[in-house]
């Protein structure tokens, strides 16, 4: 499976942006699949993440109620609305699949995709 992120860009604080990840080399519609971000200086952190049939996200606290992570498994993409962007938002984001059904973030992701850079200006 490969995965390519796209959809940053520079934004200024209180703005938009539509992040989407494309998977190929084989459907994930029974993967689920998940948002990570790395600020400069700092560890990855989970974001947001989604079950195979799109249902039940899960979203860190920090983006709950501004983000929505969504799934079209018949175009076998991966989307992620920001909204409400903060200049602590800015990472590089990263999509990732789990080749399991429902997401556990015991465990590893399974794939990654190159990032997209984020940045919010204040």
């Known amino acids: 499976v490969q995965l390519q992120a796209s959809g940053g860009g520079l934004v200024q604080a209180g703005g938009s942006l539509r992040l989407s990840c494309a998977a190929s080399?084989?459907?994930?519609?029974?993967?689920?699949m998940a948002w990570f971000r790395q600020a400069p200086g700092k560890e990855r952190q989970f974001v947001a993440a989604?079950?195979?049939?799109?249902?039940?996200?899960y979203y860190a606290d920090s983006v709950k109620g501004r983000f929505t992570i969504s799934r079209d498994n018949a175009k076998n993409t991966l989307s992620l609305q920001m909204n409400s962007l903060k200049p602590e938002d800015t990472a590089v984001y990263y999509c990732?699949?789990?080749?399991?059904?429902?997401?556990?973030?015991?465990?590893?992701?399974?794939?990654w995709g190159k990032g997209t850079q984020v940045t919010v200006s204040s």
């Open positions: 990732a699949a789990q080749a399991q059904r429902a997401i556990n973030l015991r465990f590893d992701m399974d794939y």
């Open positions: 080399g084989r459907t994930v519609s029974s993967y689920a």
């Open positions: 989604v079950n195979w049939g799109g249902g039940s996200p």
